[in-house]
């Protein structure tokens, strides 16, 4: 019974599928971050939205 | 240091500032030599488990076949030795006989299926001792990747809170954030997904080279190939026989169940059917030439039976004559004695007749004519030969499957060699095979018929048997469905390789069930078979357990069946089971499921 052996050159291009992997989840990331950013500046817009709907009221 | 000061230095300052030099350099590669020392320690130490492993499991190996052959030694001398004393042979003790057998070759059957383990349990250590450095490397270049998946996650949790305790936020912020979060572990996952998948493929390509060159080695290899061409040779008429044989079973259940609803005109019908396939299927099965000497013989039977059949009436009626004093005796003597030796003459021509076509019938040299359709030829006989010494299966065995049981007898060798080749013992064949003596008469549905006996058995010894069959069915069925489930659940690039790889397969149990049972059976091709690969997880329920043997329900799905459908199904469902069996582990061997 004579094992598998797996051709040493398959490296680099196993390297490769996973640095690829790495950009990718990176970008996902990054969309991630500005999507939650979004939601916060939306979240400071309609605070001030209402704070000056407030101010407005109280005049 | 700039080209102008160098060129300026004294010789001692330039032997100086080299010193200097070397000096740094050496303390880099001392520093980088210590760094990397800790991980050559945990290699050679993994390797040195790894190769402790490899020589204990070698070890074992090497024990479990030394027991091997003590407990075949042992089966074979229980057996002479009964035989001898005629234990076989004895009303008395025939039953023991048998179950003693059972007990012997079972005993072979789990020190075999160990031995498969620990072969099995060695070939992955082989594997990672041969491959260390790139699984290493592959695990290196995955790191990265996994502490960055770390990061998003948790990251992610920190990101909905952030949004959750925000100053102003709101229940749809929250759901909005957690939304874009679960969509982007979702996306990773898919990356992540077809990252292994890619490096699997890129792995698997190796490995599969190499498995095509290494598979199925041993004596049974050679046989193989020579099997399989004498099989595609034989197609056709193999082919053409099984149709008969199908047209002829659906008659045949047509027929008894017009005789069951008191319809005798149709039963008489389908009956007349069953007698013009039956002739097409004698002429398939013998060949023309010796179907025609068979006929003639037929024909002369018919022929010097009306000759007899008229002698002894003429015979009764001068005896009836002479009774009633109609004649002398002298007169009765004269003509009877012509009308004696004229019957004595046809007994003698029917009898010579009649032994002449079972000689035949029974030749052995029939069906080794080019255009007969031959079961068991010598390679076959090897090939089975070959695949029970593997076993070790006890020579009752052999004898079944020596004996020309049609089909039955190829049958026998794939059954066998499919559950040596993955470790499986399967019971509806082997339980049967192990305790049941066949004759020749019993025809190719025997094993399925052994299973009804041991449903109907109501004795002690039946309940027993009914119990170890049914939980060993209960358990090949679980596994069933378990690789059923897998396979149907694999993405549609696996599935796309293993249509390839089953179709590419060479061996002899992927082409003997798919066309077998496929083919002749429910007229579909390698691709039908295929395609019941991925869809046999749904329809597991009602195709593939119409043999309750612990709650001795026959049945298929929901329905309550007669016998002959029984065994014409389940001997097709169990083949079909069979080969999922091989598609699994043609996609394990590949690498497509872990």
Same mark, same amino acid.
């Given at each position: 019974?004579?094992?598998?052996?797996?051709?040493?050159?398959?490296?680099?291009?196993?390297?490769?599928?996973?640095?690829?992997?790495?950009?990718?989840?990176?970008?996902?990331?990054?969309?991630?971050?500005?999507?939650?950013?979004?939601?916060?500046?939306?979240?400071?817009?309609?605070?001030?939205?209402?704070?000056?709907?407030?101010?407005?009221?109280?005049? | 240091?700039?080209?102008?000061?160098?060129?300026?230095?004294?010789?001692?300052?330039?032997?100086?500032?080299?010193?200097?030099?070397?000096?740094?350099?050496?303390?880099?590669?001392?520093?980088?030599?210590?760094?990397?020392?800790?991980?050559?320690?945990?290699?050679?130490?993994?390797?040195?488990?790894?190769? #402790?492993?490899?020589?204990?499991?070698?070890?074992?190996?090497?024990?479990?076949?030394?027991?091997?052959?003590?407990?075949?030694?042992?089966?074979?001398?229980?057996?002479?030795?009964?035989?001898?004393?005629?234990?076989?042979?004895?009303? %008395?003790?025939?039953?023991?006989?048998?179950?003693?057998?059972?007990?012997?070759?079972?005993?072979?059957?789990?020190?075999?299926?160990?031995?498969?383990?620990?072969?099995?349990?060695?070939?992955?250590?082989?594997?990672?001792?041969?491959?260390?450095?790139?699984?290493?490397?592959?695990?290196?270049?995955?790191?990265?990747?996994?502490?960055?998946?770390?990061?998003?996650?948790?990251?992610?949790?920190?990101?909905?809170?952030?949004? /959750?305790?925000?100053?102003?936020?709101?229940?749809?912020?929250?759901?909005?954030?957690? &939304?874009?979060?679960?969509? #982007?572990?979702?996306?990773?996952?898919?990356?992540?997904?077809?990252?292994?998948?890619?490096?699997?493929?890129?792995?698997?390509?190796?490995?599969?080279?190499?498995? &095509?060159? !290494?598979?199925? *080695?041993?004596?049974?290899?050679?046989?193989?190939?020579? =099997?399989?061409?004498?099989?595609?040779?034989?197609?056709?008429?193999?082919?053409?026989?099984?149709?008969?044989?199908?047209?002829?079973?659906?008659?045949?259940?047509?027929?008894?169940?017009?005789?069951?609803?008191?319809? *005798?005109?149709?039963?008489?019908?389908?009956?007349?059917?069953?007698?013009?396939?039956?002739?097409?299927?004698? &002429?398939?099965?013998?060949?023309?030439?010796?179907? @025609?000497?068979?006929?003639?013989?037929?024909?002369?039977?018919?022929?010097?039976?009306?000759?007899?059949?008229?002698?002894?009436?003429?015979?009764? #009626?001068?005896?009836?004559?002479?009774?009633?004093?109609?004649?002398?005796? !002298?007169?009765?003597?004269?003509?009877?004695?012509?009308?004696?030796?004229?019957?004595?003459?046809?007994?003698?021509?029917?009898?010579?007749?009649?032994? @002449? +076509?079972?000689?035949?019938?029974?030749?052995?040299?029939?069906?080794?004519?080019?255009?007969?359709?031959?079961?068991?030829?010598?390679?076959?006989?090897?090939?089975?030969?070959?695949?029970?010494?593997?076993?070790?299966?006890?020579?009752?065995?052999?004898?079944?499957?020596?004996?020309?049981?049609?089909?039955?007898?190829?049958? %026998?060798?794939?059954?066998?060699?499919?559950?040596?080749?993955?470790?499986?013992?399967?019971?509806?064949?082997?339980?049967?095979?192990?305790?049941? /003596?066949?004759?020749?008469?019993?025809?190719?549905?025997?094993?399925?018929?052994?299973?009804?006996?041991?449903?109907?058995?109501?004795?002690?010894?039946?309940?027993?048997?009914?119990?170890?069959?049914?939980?060993?069915? *209960?358990?090949? =069925?679980?596994?069933?469905?378990?690789?059923?489930?897998?396979?149907?659940?694999?993405?549609?690039?696996?599935?796309?390789?293993?249509?390839?790889?089953?179709?590419?397969?060479?061996?002899?149990?992927?082409?003997?069930?798919?066309?077998?049972?496929?083919?002749?059976?429910?007229?579909?091709?390698?691709?039908?078979?295929?395609?019941?690969?991925?869809?046999?997880?749904?329809?597991?329920?009602?195709?593939?357990?119409?043999?309750?043997?612990?709650?001795?329900?026959?049945?298929?799905?929901?329905?309550?069946?007669?016998?002959?459908?029984?065994?014409?199904?389940?001997? =097709?469902?169990?083949? &079909?089971?069979?080969?999922?069996?091989?598609?699994?582990?043609? +996609?394990?061997?590949?690498?497509?499921?872990?």
């Amino acid at each position: 019974m004579s094992p598998k052996k797996i051709s040493p050159d398959k490296i680099d291009q196993i390297k490769t599928i996973y640095s690829q992997a790495l950009v990718d989840i990176r970008k996902i990331k990054k969309e991630r971050d500005e999507k939650i950013k979004e939601i916060l500046k939306s979240i400071d817009t309609n605070q001030i939205t209402n704070i000056l709907k407030d101010i407005r009221g109280t005049k | 240091m700039d080209q102008e000061k160098i060129t300026q230095e004294s010789p001692l300052e330039k032997a100086k500032r080299l010193l200097a030099e070397k000096e740094s350099k050496d303390k880099e590669k001392n520093e980088a030599e210590a760094q990397k020392e800790p991980e050559n320690q945990a290699k050679e130490q993994t390797l040195e488990e790894l190769n #402790s492993l490899k020589q204990e499991l070698e070890r074992q190996l090497n024990e479990m076949n030394f027991n091997v052959e003590i407990s075949r030694n042992e089966a074979h001398e229980t057996r002479d030795a009964m035989r001898g004393g005629g234990l076989d042979q004895s009303l %008395d003790y025939k039953e023991e006989y048998s179950a003693i057998i059972s007990e012997a070759a079972d005993n072979l059957n789990s020190l075999r299926q160990e031995k498969n383990r620990i072969k099995a349990e060695l070939e992955v250590v082989n594997f990672n001792i041969e491959n260390f450095d790139i699984n290493k490397n592959i695990a290196e270049a995955k790191k990265d990747v996994q502490a960055e998946i770390a990061t998003v996650e948790q990251e992610s949790v920190e990101a909905i809170n952030q949004v /959750k305790d925000y100053p102003g936020s709101n229940v749809q912020d929250l759901e909005a954030a957690q &939304k874009i979060t679960v969509d #982007s572990s979702q996306r990773i996952d898919q990356i992540i997904e077809n990252s292994d998948q890619a490096v699997d493929n890129i792995v698997t390509e190796d490995v599969s080279g190499e498995q &095509k060159v !290494e598979k199925y *080695e041993g004596p049974i290899k050679e046989l193989e190939l020579q =099997y399989r061409d004498i099989q595609n040779k034989k197609k056709p008429k193999n082919d053409q026989y099984n149709q008969l044989m199908s047209q002829w079973t659906k008659l045949s259940l047509e027929k008894n169940s017009a005789e069951a609803h008191g319809d *005798e005109k149709k039963a008489l019908e389908l009956k007349g059917a069953m007698a013009t396939i039956s002739e097409k299927k004698e &002429k398939i099965y013998l060949g023309e030439k010796k179907f @025609e000497q068979l006929k003639q013989h037929q024909d002369k039977f018919k022929e010097l039976d009306g000759q007899l059949t008229a002698v002894l009436a003429e015979i009764r #009626s001068l005896k009836e004559s002479k009774e009633q004093g109609e004649m002398s005796a !002298e007169q009765y003597q004269n003509q009877i004695e012509p009308l004696i030796a004229k019957q004595n003459y046809l007994y003698e021509q029917i009898t010579k007749n009649n032994n @002449e +076509a079972d000689k035949i019938k029974n030749d052995k040299e029939f069906g080794k004519e080019e255009e007969s359709l031959e079961y068991l030829d010598g390679q076959e006989e090897q090939l089975i030969n070959a695949a029970k010494k593997e076993l070790g299966y006890d020579e009752s065995v052999q004898e079944i499957a020596t004996k020309k049981l049609g089909p039955l007898g190829a049958y %026998d060798a794939h059954i066998l060699m499919l559950n040596n080749y993955l470790g499986l013992n399967l019971p509806v064949f082997s339980q049967d095979f192990k305790t049941r /003596k066949l004759n020749k008469n019993e025809g190719w549905d025997s094993p399925i018929m052994g299973t009804h006996e041991i449903i109907n058995d109501n004795s002690p010894e039946g309940n027993k048997n009914r119990d170890i069959l049914g939980a060993k069915q *209960e358990s090949v =069925y679980n596994d069933y469905l378990e690789k059923t489930k897998k396979l149907a659940g694999l993405p549609e690039e696996s599935k796309k390789k293993l249509i390839k790889l089953v179709k590419e397969d060479n061996s002899l149990l992927t082409s003997a069930l798919s066309t077998e049972c496929f083919d002749s059976f429910d007229g579909l091709d390698i691709d039908g078979a295929i395609n019941h690969i991925f869809t046999a997880y749904s329809n597991s329920d009602k195709q593939c357990k119409p043999l309750d043997v612990k709650n001795r329900e026959v049945r298929i799905g929901d329905k309550t069946v007669d016998q002959d459908t029984l065994r014409n199904s389940a001997h =097709y469902h169990s083949k &079909k089971m069979m080969f999922i069996f091989t598609a699994f582990k043609i +996609a394990q061997d590949n690498g497509l499921i872990g």
